[in-house]
């Protein structure tokens, strides 16, 4: 595949007006599917949370999980949308062996929500209100996975193997309107708002909202015109970018890649394109044509939803606060100065120092963990921090160092412990056997031998040069492989040179 | 012949119940004649291995005491739209050859738990698409009444299934008078419930909107029989009504006591009288007129303008909701696969496999259905027609308000010959003018014998269509009808049916 | 009038999916005219002001509770695959070598 040519980022803005849109698809963490009785779940075997409905099997109908309904409602109402009096099921017709009926279950022209707007803050602080067309439901195709090929990618396959475990699985789209005037922003901006649809997911419990798993994702649409063009540019639809930083990282790159075709006089064609992480371009897939006639039609199995005004009060009540007033709380309850607060929003990790905080850790030791090391780690592996540890871990890890089973730095062997998939904290203190020497019989042994080794610096000691206890220290810890409380070793060597 | 075969599923309840016949007696009777004639009739598509073993049970159940409802031990013929776990479900089409269903229908289950002996799978139209059965890929039904006849459509299996003597009782389904219409042309009682009144679950969908499972029998009786197991609300489909309805064959008792139907009005359509209609409909038409005024009914003509866009409107909606439904069958869950010479992507397997698994009825509506449905063609096309639809419903909501049940002849026709209109789709689609209505607006009916046309000596019924939810008004006046016909005649219609078999 | 082309109607058949073949396509041209012809009557009284009707008897907010009921298990699944492998589907490639 010949490398796209791209244009200077600045460059390109100096020339062209991007315009963005977003559709961002959230799987509900309901018990079960969108339209039947299967499990809603993740990582079972294959072909193993189905039902009839699932398979599209003959005879088979399907009947509205309730529950999705209400977090679709509760969504749409976070989002600062109406909510549609009725509206219906349609079904979107078109052949896909990870579509059990060969249509989707969608809404067409009556969405539930329509009519929004979010707010999203960006790293400088300012807030950039983002305008939403619409939010509807509708189901998760299953998987695919292509078997043969060099890749395992869907070009050159021999086959492809059908798990239709998520198909069904309810999904809420969002769509936003063209959003004008982001500008050098727009990379950011496209990654503040899936981050802030994530944080209100999280904070709706509607989503596990996890990207690496699928259960958010982002469609993302740039179109370039250029200065002073009134009429909108030819957009492109990239899909499969399911990190923040992804998000991030796309738009950028799209934007350069139709920079570099519109200023040789080229035309950007309308049509699919797929993210790589690896190499950080997109590549064309299918071209928008006559093939995308879905053929929509009222889904004649399902009846119209009318949720009452009732209903709708009852879930605006129950809503958590907006993502910016719940930001200006947080930060104040855990006590952060404003650049902390910003290092952990801009890392997309509010949801998880909160969920560390609510599962037992300081509010300074989430930050540090999730901001530092675990940061680092993600990024130098070239992934979303939130995939690497779950907050119940971190708040374990945390506690450990408090309780003082750990240092700082042998709480970082764990953590990759945890991260090499070695299991739980306390696991993995066991199996590598990291916890800190707290038994002073076997320090007062290392700095009998250690003193015993260095008489100068004994000396010194008992002349009143404490300072000079550096030096055994770093032998003890040798010694003791690192796993020993460094100020405990100064209390012992000072104690034991006292001696007589 | 054997005489219990020729009983009403009542009656042999009565003898099941009394023991003087056991299940097993009556399940090897029709299995036998079966046997007999339906290397003639075509009626099924698979007979059961286990009917006899289900018998036993039923009557080892009775003779320990257990109750029993009032069907228990009676066979019933299922047609084959409708998805059972011990027999094969192919809805008439070679794309689901062999297909076995890890479900059965809740029609099916319900008649299991009644106690009902499922005795085989009665042919049909493929994907229920046709009004004579030829479109089956496993060769036509043939009329127990003329054996070069159509039984009608789609549910041509079931009804001569019962004609022919083969089971005292069908289920069928009705998405355009696909139970009306066959039993008119078969001598036999058919009705299509109320939309939602049966619930659709593991009917193989043709027009969901439309489509809605009913009983077959020879009898008004036995059809209040069979809806009372089979009706009700099923949490499995959404358009599953959850009325608490009234018996059926209480109302069907009702009826044939009464001996008049004194203080019913019946609407006539005038749109269904006269031009269209053949002479030998029109006369036992107007014969059953005339008896229904001369016992007390007052007749009072209606007019049901919007009527004459009905059949547009269904061959809009039913292409258009089949395209979907049948986009399923791809070859890759269930069903047949053919892969192109030298192999092909997925996408050709799939066309190359509904090309060869698909008959030419249902290619045609495929494509009808996809072109009103398509970009620029949704509102001339599908969204008018839902449009037709409301007006439809207006008609019979304008005519209920004056009468309690409408009436018409059940087809314009009686049966034709196989073949006769196998090249003219158009002509084929006419035949279901009068049933559609009904299937439009969702309100019940049935069509019962009225006689024979003295031209060809073939059955002719009339058809009763009441308002939703009003399923009960056909059974009282069906029985009623059906009652003072008995009386005048001496005997039931298909007596006078030629004798099969023996051969 | 002829408004339906063969065009139109391989057009259609590919939406469909269906390999019809080159006589199949003449003869649902000719087909399909005559009946869309016929059927294109409905326009002539579904004026702006009448309602569409989707559903005979009119219901709303049919829900299930959100508790996990039976399921099938892989064997029953895959039992009338034509084909499958490792507890799944298997279907040839998706895409052809010239893509």
């Known amino acids: 595949m010949a490398r796209d040519r791209v244009m200077d980022f600045d460059k390109a803005l100096e020339l062209f007006e991007p315009v963005l849109g977003f559709e961002v698809h959230v799987e509900l963490n309901t018990k079960t599917k969108m339209f039947s009785a299967a499990p809603n779940g993740f990582g079972d075997a294959p072909n193993t949370n189905i039902s009839p409905v699932c398979l599209g099997l003959p005879g088979s109908l399907p009947v509205v999980n309730e529950q999705a309904v209400r977090y679709s409602i ?10 549609a009096p009725t509206s219906r099921f349609a079904r979107k017709n078109y052949f896909y062996p990870d579509l059990a009926k060969n249509y989707q279950i969608s809404q067409f022209d009556e969405p539930i929500a329509f009519e929004g707007q979010v707010d999203v803050e960006l790293a400088d602080g300012s807030v950039r209100t983002i305008p939403i067309e619409r939010a509807h439901m509708e189901e998760d195709a299953g998987k695919l996975t292509h078997v043969g090929g060099a890749t395992g990618r869907i070009q050159g396959a021999e086959y492809s193997l059908v798990d239709y475990n998520r198909a069904g699985v309810p999904l809420v789209e969002i769509v936003t309107k063209p959003i004008f005037g982001a500008e050098h922003d727009a990379p950011e901006l496209a990654k503040a708002y899936v981050s802030t649809i994530r944080d209100i997911v999280i904070a709706l419990g509607i989503s596990d909202a996890r990207m690496e798993r699928g259960n958010l994702r982002c469609d993302a649409n740039v179109s370039l015109r250029p200065r002073g063009q009134e009429k909108l540019g030819t957009r492109t639809e990239t899909k499969n970018v399911n990190s923040l930083r992804s998000v991030e990282r796309a738009v950028r790159y799209e934007i350069q890649r139709q920079a570099a075709i519109l200023a040789d006089g080229g035309t950007i064609t309308q049509e699919t394109r797929h993210w ?17 006639d879905y053929r929509y039609f009222p889904e004649p199995d399902l009846l119209p939803v009318v949720p009452s005004p009732e209903l709708i009060e009852e879930l605006r009540a129950a809503l958590p606060e907006a993502p910016a007033i719940r930001r200006r709380r947080l930060k104040e309850t855990w006590g952060f100065t404003d650049l ?27 930050r540090k963990w999730w901001t530092g090391e675990i940061s680092r780690l993600a990024n130098v592996q070239g992934v979303e921090a939130t995939s690497l540890v779950s907050p119940e871990n971190v708040a374990a890890l945390a506690r450990l160092v408090e309780d003082g089973t750990l240092t700082d730095k042998l709480a970082r062997q764990v953590l990759e412990g945890v991260v090499a998939g070695e299991g739980a904290p306390e696991e993995v203190v066991e199996k590598r056997g990291l916890a800190v020497v707290s038994d002073d019989g076997a320090l007062i042994a290392a700095i009998d031998e250690a003193l015993a080794a260095q008489p100068d610096v004994l000396a010194k000691i008992q002349d009143g040069k404490v300072q000079a206890a550096g030096a055994v220290i770093g032998a003890v810890m040798k010694a003791m492989r690192g796993q020993a409380d460094a100020a405990r070793v100064r209390e012992l060597i000072l104690e034991r040179a006292a001696q007589p | 012949m054997s005489e219990l075969i020729r009983k009403s599923a009542s009656e042999l309840s009565e003898l099941l119940a009394s023991g003087e016949v056991s299940a097993v007696e009556v399940t090897r009777e029709h299995l036998d004649r079966i046997a007999a004639v339906d290397g003639d009739v075509n009626a099924f598509l698979h007979v059961s291995s286990d009917a006899l073993d289900v018998a036993s049970s039923i009557d080892e159940r009775r003779s320990k005491g257990e109750a029993l409802g009032p069907l228990a031990g009676i066979p019933l013929a299922v047609k084959d739209v409708l998805v059972t776990t011990d027999m094969p479900s192919t809805s008439g089409s070679r794309i689901l050859e062999g297909y076995m269903s890890p479900f059965d229908a809740t029609v099916v289950a319900k008649s299991r738990a009644a106690g009902l002996v499922p005795i085989g799978k009665t042919n049909m139209d493929e994907f229920a698409m046709g009004s004579s059965t030829e479109h089956s890929a496993y060769g036509p039904t043939h009329n127990p009444w003329d054996l070069d006849r159509i039984p009608g459509g789609s549910g041509g299996g079931s009804a001569a299934a019962v004609a022919a003597f083969e089971a005292p009782l069908a289920l069928g389904s009705d998405t355009g008078g696909s139970i009306r219409q066959p039993a008119h042309v078969t001598g036999t009682v058919g009705v299509k419930p109320t939309y939602g009144g049966v619930s659709r679950y593991g009917a193989i969908a043709l027009a969901s909107s439309l489509d809605q499972v009913g009983p077959v029998t020879r ?87 919007h009527f004459e866009y009905a059949i547009a409107a269904y061959y809009l909606i039913l292409p258009a909701e089949a395209s979907s439904n049948l986009a399923k069958f791809d070859s890759v869950r269930f069903g047949m696969r053919v892969t192109p010479p030298g192999g092909g992507t997925v996408e050709q397997v799939m ?151 023996g051969k | 009038m002829s408004e339906i082309s063969e065009q139109q109607v391989a057009h259609l058949a590919n939406l469909a999916r269906i390999a019809l073949t080159p006589e199949e396509i003449s003869s649902l041209t000719s087909e399909l005219d005559t009946i869309v012809d016929s059927i294109a009557k409905v326009q002539e009284v579904a004026t702006p002001d009448v309602p569409a009707t989707s559903h005979p008897v009119p219901l709303q907010n049919v829900f299930r509770d959100d508790v996990v009921g039976q399921t099938l298990t892989t064997e029953q699944a895959l039992a009338n695959a034509p084909e499958s492998a490792d507890g799944r589907f298997k279907v040839s490639a998706i895409l052809g070598e010239e893509q």
């Open chain 1, 340 to 366: 902390e607060f910003q290092d952990v929003a801009n890392g997309g990790l509010v949801a998880e120092v909160e969920l560390t905080i609510a599962a037992g850790a300081s509010p300074q030791a989430a």
């Open chain 2, 351 to 501: 066309s190359a496999t509904r090309e060869a698994g698909f008959g030419p009825e249902v290619k045609r509506r495929i494509i009808l259905g996809t072109y009103a449905l398509s970009a620029g063609y949704y509102d001339a096309y599908y969204g008018s027609a839902q449009k037709v639809r409301t007006l439809i419903q207006r008609d019979f909501e304008n005519a209920f308000e004056s009468v309690d049940l409408l009436v018409s002849p059940s087809a314009p026709t009686t049966a034709f010959k196989l073949g006769e209109k196998l090249d003219d789709p158009l002509a084929m689609y006419l035949n279901d003018i009068t049933t559609i209505p009904a299937n439009l607006a969702g309100v019940p009916a049935m069509s019962v014998p009225i006689g024979l046309a003295p031209e060809d000596g073939l059955p002719v019924g009339i058809q009763f269509m009441a308002p939703v939810r009003e399923d009960a008004r056909l059974y009282r006046a069906g029985a009623t009808l059906e009652a003072l016909l008995l009386e005048r005649w001496g005997h039931g219609l298909l007596a006078e049916a030629p004798e099969l078999g």
């Open chain 1, 276 to 292: 790589h992480e690896d190499t950080g371009t997109t590549s064309a897939g299918r071209p928008k044509s006559d093939a995308d």
């Open chain 1, 74 to 83: 509760s969504l749409g109402l976070a989002l600062g949308c109406s909510i």
């Open chain 2, 219 to 305: 009898t008004v009786l036995d059809a209040g029989l069979l809806h009372d197991v089979i009706g009700g609300h099923d949490p499995l489909d959404s358009t599953s009504l959850r009325d608490e309805w009234p018996s059926m064959a209480a109302a069907a008792r009702d009826g044939a006591s009464a001996g008049s139907f004194a203080g019913l009005r019946v609407g006539v359509v005038s749109q269904f009288t006269g031009e269209g209609f053949q002479a030998g409909v029109r006369r036992r038409y107007e014969e059953a007129l005339s008896l229904l005024e001369s016992n007390g009914a007052e007749l009072v003509e209606v007019s049901a303008p």
